[in-house]
């Protein structure tokens, strides 16, 4: 790097003075000593002329080269001692064999600097390489830290709306969690959608659907000039379909594949989320009705009863509990089986749902005992109802589940006590009022059965 300078510098004045000036200096001086001492001049003017070669580089070479022969030529003719001239040609000589060895190594020189500058530029593209692959390592690890905090927030939702056991709470946070899943586009949870067309086709075809351009899309032709994105996949509850999560995006290919891969995966952790919440809707009622009539259980029963008689007190509005008792139960029983007694305790349920309103709440009391409050009732509008509900069962034919050439079937009657709880009067504890009714009931079983009786205070 030393020498490039120098070299540099001697060009640069040999640039400024002009070369010619100085080679012609050089040569008037040569001939001045050159008449006086030949033999001693010329090793001198060699030198000169080797040492202006070797710094002046490849641009003079030749006129240097041509001026140090001729000087060596001029003083073997100048010479008239025979060993001065041999020794002046073999000087010639030996400046030809170093200007050689000169130029070989300047050769040299200057293929190494080549290689070395080549080195340098394949050194510099593999740092700048080097350098953008770590810029993208840097860019690749930004972005991994940024999907694993987006996973760890995802599961967070995950965890919490898995937790859900609400039908509608499950379906409004689905759209949020398909956002945040997929990262684009709007989304819904659409349960039992009879009228849409994309809910039929995957109902139908069983398969998951993607389209990122309707015009060339043949299923749906009617929808051929819109211009939106759609995705959507089946989800399925018990093993049945259920309903779609469906995403829309506007314009052209706005969804990719792997967009439904993840897709689909969701609609398996919402299918799991919606089975939970049905199963504990399932225990729920399983906990409160009974399970072979599907009506409350006592416990419920009692329970609702409290409630209600605290709301009739406040709002000082009639309040009615009955009491359905079946009469001659145990006769079908020994006469029939147990499972014929089953089924008249099941089709009695069913009959007194369809005969009481909507309002009013039903339960299995007892063994063939049933309780019923009724809102909002007085004594007689209880009355009213419950003979229209006794008449019923009297007038119903029971078929029985016995093997036989001919169905049997029996006719029953019930026997029905109620108490109605006073308007703006200090009424009892829930218990006082199912005992009134119980009275009621006992004094209906005792007076012949087949009848409603209303609790009265002498009884």
Known sequence: MKDNKISKNIIDILSSVGFPVISGGLFIVWVIYFIKNPVITFPLISIIVLDLYYFSGRVHAGVLASFASASALLGIAFIDDGFSSFLVLLEGAQLVAFYFVLKMYDDHYISMKNRMQEEYETLDREITLKDSEIKENSKRTEAIIQQMDNFQTLGRIIQTFEASLDEREIIYKSGELASKFIGNG???LKKNVYGDVFAKYIKTSGIPLIITDFSTDRRFPMLQNKDVSVIAVPVDVNGSFWGILIGTSPGKN??????LRLLSILSGIISAVLNNAYLYVKIQELAITDGLTGLYTQSYFKERLKEEMKRARSNKVPLSVAVLDIDFFKKIN????????????????ALLRGRFRETDLLSRYGGEEFGVIMLHTDDDEAVKILEEVRAGIEKERFFLPIESYSPIQVKITVSIGFAGLEVGGTAAVEDELIKKADKALYKAKNSGRNRTVRYANEQ
């Open 334 to 349: 020994d006469r029939y089986g147990h499972r014929s007694g089953d089924v008249i305790l099941s089709q009695v349920a």
């Open 254 to 259: 706005a969804f990719r594949d792997s967009d």
């Open 186 to 188: 709007e989304w819904k």
